[in-house]
């Protein structure tokens, strides 16, 4: 079975400042990697994914992510983070052929001003 | 736009009630989810549905059960309420078939606490 890491439970940032959310997954299959967002008191909702192609992917929001297959990482990155950012991100995971997702725990994103 | 309806924001029971969480989409998906998410633990995976009357267990089953009478309708039904089930209730719906790929769509939740 497939797992998520993600390390940091929090990531406090000051507004401009740039971020990075660690994701590590464990699998030796292919796998598809997803980040998922969650605004305050709403459902979640996916930010960006890797299928295949492309290492980095790109959100529409300035976000981006790259997928690092001899690290099993998928780490999320913004280079200026702004107020409207902070929400919980979630790494998910599924195997090639599964229908299930694999959540990792989440990682809060606090930016303060 | 893809829509995701979980009956009620808030609820509140007591510990022995059976209770029910509806869930509801609009979008034809075929496979339908329910995740519990608590501080810490992230999300997991109570129950999930390929089609109408079908249902498979997910990683934290005990003590739920689900029922999907209807393609647009997946219920989550705790049988003997206890309180280590208050926790925040998320459903989920995405297109069927090969569809491991596509995103999941998510409901805003259910916030149930059981005293």
């Known amino acids: 079975a497939q797992s998520v890491t993600q390390l940091d439970s929090q990531v406090p940032v000051f507004e401009e400042a740039p971020v990075e959310l660690r994701c590590n997954y464990s699998?030796?299959?292919?796998?598809?990697l997803f980040w998922y967002v969650q605004y305050p008191n709403q459902g979640l909702q996916l930010l960006l994914k890797?299928?295949?192609?492309?290492?980095l992917v790109e959100s529409i929001n300035g976000f981006e992510a790259e997928f690092n297959k001899s690290q099993t990482s998928f780490h999320l990155r913004k280079p200026s983070v702004h107020i409207s950012d902070t929400a919980e991100y979630f790494c998910a995971v599924t195997l090639a052929g599964y229908s299930t997702l694999t959540f990792g725990k989440g990682t809060m994103l606090l930016v303060s001003p | 736009d893809v829509k995701v309806t979980q009956s009620s924001r808030y609820l509140v029971k007591r510990t022995g009630e059976k209770v029910f969480l509806e869930c509801v989409q609009d979008?034809?998906?075929?496979?339908m989810f329910w995740y519990r998410q608590d501080p810490g633990l992230g999300l997991r995976l109570i129950y999930f549905?390929?089609?109408?009357?079908?249902?498979e267990k997910g990683d934290i089953p005990e003590g739920y059960s689900v029922s999907r009478e209807k393609k647009e309708r997946f219920s989550l039904i705790l049988e003997s309420a206890s309180t280590n089930q208050t926790s925040m209730y998320l459903c989920a719906s995405r297109s069927g078939g090969a569809s491991y790929n596509s995103p999941l769509h998510f409901g805003n939740g259910t916030r149930l606490t059981v005293t």
């Open positions: 699998s030796s299959v292919s796998v598809y």
């Open positions: 549905s390929y089609d109408v009357k079908m249902k």
């Open positions: 979008m034809d998906h075929e496979n």
């Open positions: 890797y299928l295949s192609g492309s290492t």
